[in-house]
């Protein structure tokens, strides 16, 4: 699918919402509102199985084996089966940049700059240009999944998935009427966040929020250091805890210390050359005394994931960075490709374009592994005030309410690289398309759940190994 251009700064508005609405010719609304798998829909299994043989092929069975805790969390993992969905179907060709994995754990609080708690996307390693619904599609079918998991009836499922959906197209309608800057400015900071759900907060919500934004004060990069560090005869270093984080003094055929520093110094000096000068400036007030690997998340284990240990005046002034692999996005097959020379470049490039409030420390580098392969990484802060969803707790008015949140946040990300105008043109007044999204995501999440079934029948047979930790 070639995936055509959104820009339409030369068009006027009226010329905008016209060509949004001619998008219903190539896409109409309904259209999106069923799931059906083809019959040449491909293996999930082997969609899976292709992704591992990149990774590191010991910790490919706990990524097994956390997809197999629930339904949910096959889901999180799946990005790549769920872009072998979405890639064949008809699309509206309205582009954005997409996050590409928009489930709703991917949103959450964290700390901008101006050490402000914002509501925002945290997940970038799939991003990449694409069309609008994409999005829209994966973060519906993740509440639906969650109401699932949580024993809601369907009903309460519906209600979530169109809440979201919902927000998400009145959203876009504001921003359809907003001058450009004012929506690049637009944050979804702690205060706009009780505005957005003054109207139907009740008491449990109030408590429930103002509990999240302060358990997410408390999750810093100190607390990170704390838990991840020990006390050695050379200073603060990480502290092993295998195969979940494994230092690199542990991994080297060579483990003298100058061998490590010469690695170390040639991951830290690629990825300085691109932070701004300065914010290179202030890197370099730190020095890089340790790194470990360590497994993260579900979709991303068997990824080379690096935690950094700097210092800086002494061993109580640290900064903890995460060095992520960055391979390409799973939607490449499916929209054309990319231009990146550096998947790491694409992330970040991604990251900049959708979130509002970005790391201060976040960029990219190119590094030969323990292997000698050269590989793509993105790096930012481990932890920055990050507060995350608990939907497993969630009563189906919070379900609802944080599915608002989602949806509002993924507008407001998508009019900063797509056509607010166009987009909101095509989803219209009513709730058409929230409706139709409704029906999707009760297909997808059956889809989902005989998926999840095809991946423990492959552990059961032996065709795949899986381990819990």
Not at 150 to 171: H, I, T
Not at 260 to 273: D, P, S, T
Request: aromatic share 8%; charged share 30%; glycine share 8%.
């Amino acid at each position: 699918m070639t995936i055509p251009s959104a820009f339409t700064a030369s068009l006027t508005p009226a010329e905008r919402a016209a060509y949004g609405r001619n998008a219903r010719k190539r896409a109409s609304r309904s259209c999106h509102g069923r799931f059906e798998a083809g019959q040449e829909r491909p293996d999930p299994v082997e969609v899976l199985e292709r992704q591992s043989a990149t990774r590191v092929p010991e910790l490919v069975p706990i990524r097994y084996g956390r997809m197999l805790e629930s339904p949910f969390r096959f889901y999180r993992g799946a990005a790549a089966v769920m872009a072998t969905d979405l890639g064949p179907v008809p699309d509206t060709g309205l582009t954005v940049q997409l996050c590409g994995d928009a489930h709703l754990l991917n949103f959450r609080l964290l700390a901008s700059p101006e050490r402000r708690l914002v509501f925002d996307i945290n997940d970038f390693d799939e991003t990449l240009a694409g069309p609008f619904e994409w999005d829209v599609k994966r973060l519906a079918a993740s509440f639906a999944i969650a109401g699932r998991a949580n024993g809601f009836p369907v009903r309460e499922q519906d209600r979530a998935v169109e809440a979201c959906v919902r927000a998400y197209r009145r959203r876009m309608r504001e921003f359809a009427g907003m001058r450009t800057l004012d929506i690049w400015y637009a944050q979804d900071d702690a205060d706009h966040l009780r505005d957005l759900l003054a109207a139907s907060m009740t008491r449990e919500a109030r408590s429930r929020t103002a509990e999240a934004m302060a358990r997410a004060r408390t999750r810093t990069h100190l607390q990170a250091f704390a838990k991840l560090t020990r006390a050695t005869a050379e200073g603060r270093r990480i502290a092993p805890d295998p195969p979940l984080i494994t230092p690199l003094r542990d991994m080297m055929t060579d483990p003298s210390e100058q061998a490590q520093e010469k690695l170390l110094h040639r991951v830290l000096e690629g990825y300085a050359r691109t932070l701004s000068s300065e914010r290179r400036h202030l890197l370099h007030h730190y020095r890089l005394v340790d790194m470990a690997r360590k497994v993260v998340g579900v979709g991303s284990v068997g990824t080379r994931c690096w935690i950094l240990l700097l210092l800086g005046r002494d061993d109580d002034d640290p900064l903890v960075l995460q060095a992520k692999e960055a391979q390409e996005s799973v939607l490449a097959a499916h929209t054309g490709g990319d231009h990146y020379d550096n998947q790491g470049r694409r992330v970040v490039a991604g990251q900049r374009l959708i979130q509002t409030a970005g790391d201060i420390f976040l960029g990219w580098t190119h590094a030969e592994g323990l292997d000698g392969r050269g590989r793509d990484f993105y790096v930012r802060q481990l932890r920055d005030w990050k507060g995350i969803a608990r939907p497993d707790t969630m009563s189906p008015a919070l379900l609802c309410l944080f599915a608002r949140l989602c949806g509002a946040c993924l507008a407001r990300a998508h009019a900063r690289s797509g056509d607010p105008v166009a987009i909101a043109a095509y989803l219209g007044a009513g709730d058409r398309f929230d409706r139709a999204l409704a029906g999707f995501a009760q297909g997808y999440a059956d889809q989902n759940e005989r998926d999840f079934e095809a991946l423990g029948a492959a552990t059961r047979s032996g065709r795949i190994s899986a381990e819990r930790l």
